[in-house]
């Protein structure tokens, strides 16, 4: 079984930043790629960005020039820089990562950006 567990979610105030983390666990050779994907009330599951163990990021267009990912593999651990937030990016951030070819997902953390 693989866990994944997310933090650094939060309150924050438009133009600010939050760096959030997600540990995976468990039982696996290598899990690739870790992602990121967020839902805001009332709409659909959005892709925010995905990364493989050698690097390869890829990004909602959307989001480019904002968001960052990056992964420590050492520590099976995905990160997601945001910064410049803004009233449309409150949602539940979700991590996401696969196993052979099973998706895992964390229970999410909250981002909640003020005007």
């Known amino acids: 079984q693989v866990q994944l567990v997310e933090s650094g979610g939060g309150l924050v105030q438009a133009g600010g930043s939050l760096r959030l983390s997600c540990a995976a666990s468990?039982?696996?050779?290598?899990?690739?790629?870790m992602g990121w994907y967020r839902q805001a009330p009332g709409k659909q599951r959005e892709l925010v960005a995905t990364?493989?163990?050698?690097?390869?990021?890829n990004y909602a267009d959307s989001l480019k020039g904002r968001f960052t990912i990056s992964r420590d593999n050492a520590k099976n651990t995905v990160y997601l820089q945001m910064n410049s937030l803004k009233p449309e990016d409150t949602a539940v951030y979700r991590c996401?990562?696969?196993?052979?070819?099973?998706?895992?997902w964390g229970r999410g953390t909250q981002v909640t950006v003020s005007s």
């Open positions: 990364i493989t163990s050698g690097g390869a990021t």
């Open positions: 996401q990562g696969r196993v052979r070819f099973t998706d895992f």
């Open positions: 468990g039982s696996f050779f290598s899990i690739n790629p």
